[in-house]
């Protein structure tokens, strides 16, 4: 398994563990990740889930380049990876009941950058770096292109989804991507505890009912919108 889940007294880690691959995403390792999301949304006794990567290199690097490569002059390969595969990760996030915090352990690109876009709360240690590399290898990244720039900061979206460009952690706080800078991995664990004590602190129903009233529009016209334009992108036969 290239997921893990680690209990803690009042939410869940949900660890991408491909350390040796940059923590990229195949579609085993998507659907690992859409599963686990589930199942840990749908748990009783917790208050949210945080999503991290193995290691203090890596959040995620993105889709798994060989697959993506390996898939490019394969019409339905490439609907799985990126419909089947990224689509259903972005929808449990969005679907999730608790809040979703994304804890960025590293760099954070493509994929995993989107991963950022569709969490309720984001935290990044100082040395991370934020990007969308797509177009320097020739692709389009299909949910930054569409619904990710409604959910953040447009103009940093398009810049970072037209240059294939990197930002820092810090520049990502300066434009409301994520919500605060730590200075490694153990105050990043820490900053995640504090969070949820929070959250914790408050009615569990009133907690999830606002978090489905976040996630609404998110999850009306725009994640149509977003799956007609991946359907252009990667039409089926």
């Known amino acids: 398994m290239a997921v893990r889940i680690v209990n803690e007294k009042n939410f869940s880690w949900i ?6 691959k940059g923590n990229s995403l195949n579609y085993e390792t998507l659907n690992d990740l859409s599963n686990a999301i589930c199942e840990q949304c749908n748990r009783e006794d917790i208050y949210a889930i945080a999503i991290t990567g193995e290691g203090e290199k890596f959040f995620s690097g993105g889709t798994d380049l060989n697959e993506v490569l390996d898939s490019t002059n394969d019409i339905n390969k490439s ?10 990760v972005i929808k449990s996030s969005l679907n999730c009941k608790l809040p979703v915090i994304a804890a960025v352990n ?20 100082k040395n991370a770096k934020l990007g969308l590399p797509a177009v320097k290898w020739g692709m389009v990244p299909p949910f930054s292109s569409t619904i990710g720039q409604f959910l953040s900061n447009s103009k940093l979206v398009s810049y970072l989804a037209l240059t294939g460009e990197m930002i820092t952690a810090e520049e ?3 434009h409301g991507l ?9 105050s990043l664990k820490l900053k995640v505890e504090e969070i949820v004590d929070k959250l914790s602190s408050n009615d569990r129903r009133a907690l999830m009912e606002i978090k489905q009233l976040l996630a609404k ?3 009306s016209y725009m994640i149509d919108l977003a799956l007609s334009i991946m359907s252009a992108i990667i039409p089926r036969k």
């Open 106 to 125: 590293g760099y954070a690109l493509g994929a995993g950058f989107e991963l950022i876009e569709v969490s309720d709360l984001a935290y990044a240690v």
């Open 172 to 174: 990502a706080y300066r």
């Open 217 to 219: 529009n998110k999850q």
């Open 178 to 186: 994520i919500n605060g800078v730590v200075d490694d991995i153990n």
């Open 79 to 88: 609907w799985k990876l990126m419909y089947e595969g990224l689509g259903n």
């Open 15 to 20: 660890v991408i563990d491909r350390k040796e």
